[in-house]
């Protein structure tokens, strides 16, 4: 399966932990972009992310949320001191690089966090 | 701090009618409108997308209607399908695909 690949699929923390969220992109895909969803609304950008390169992070909270895309590896979300209101869904999206970028992001199946 | 909207949360459809789920957007830089299909438990799918030099992008039983004076766009389905039963959700970029706005997406559901 060439598709995007986020895992772990389901996560449970107890307040004040760390939770580490990753994601592969698709194959030939270069570009990575982090959303959140909260129950009952829709997807709120964080962070787009090329190879060890920070493009975009202006959705990012200002403390505790971290993201990186290693030149080896997978992207990873970081969250520190997790709080209930950081429970949500997080999907990772990815795309080719700029100049094959047609427009379509395709998104993994999410990462559910859920704060204790 | 929203600027793309669904105004509707949710649309009811009997199977073989039209569905139409209709977006705006306040941002006159957005370039690039896509609309998304999401299932519960899964990722978004791509459905349709439009550049703003068209107005009508059609690709089978979908097509999305673009009104750049006012800021509209809206998604078509005919004949509506059981398994279109699914949340629809518009989204924008300025067009260097940096960032995507989503609206907060409209449940359809579609009776047999």
């Known amino acids: 399966n060439a598709g995007v690949m986020q895992n772990p699929r389901h996560l449970v923390r107890r307040r004040g932990q760390e939770a580490r969220l990753r994601c592969s992109p698709m194959k030939g895909h270069s570009h990575v972009y982090w959303y959140r969803q909260l129950p009952e609304e829709g997807l709120k950008f964080m962070v787009y992310l090329q190879k060890e390169n920070i493009i975009d992070e202006s959705g990012m909270p200002k403390e505790r949320f971290s993201a990186e895309f290693p030149k080896e590896g997978p992207s990873i979300l970081r969250i520190q001191q997790v709080v209930r209101g950081d429970s949500a869904a997080y999907f990772c999206?990815?795309?080719?690089?700029?100049?094959?970028?047609?427009?379509?992001?395709?998104f993994g199946e999410g990462s559910r966090l859920t704060v204790l | 701090d929203q600027q793309v909207k669904q105004n509707s949360p949710s649309l009811s459809v009997q199977e073989g009618r039209i569905s139409i789920l209709n977006c705006d957007y306040t941002?006159?830089?957005?370039?690039?409108f896509l609309w998304y299909k999401k299932y519960p438990a899964e990722g978004p799918t791509f459905l349709i997308s439009?550049?703003?030099?068209?107005d009508k992008n059609e690709d089978g039983r979908f097509t999305v209607f673009l009104n750049k004076s006012a800021k509209h766009l809206s998604l078509h389905i005919v004949p509506s399908q059981p398994g279109d039963s699914a949340v629809y959700f518009c989204a924008a970029s300025p067009g260097d695909f940096n960032k995507f706005y989503f609206g907060s997406g409209t449940k359809l559901n579609v009776k047999p």
């Open positions: 999206a990815s795309s080719p690089r700029v100049g094959q970028h047609t427009g379509e992001l395709f």
């Open positions: 941002n006159s830089m957005f370039d690039y």
């Open positions: 439009i550049s703003s030099i068209k």
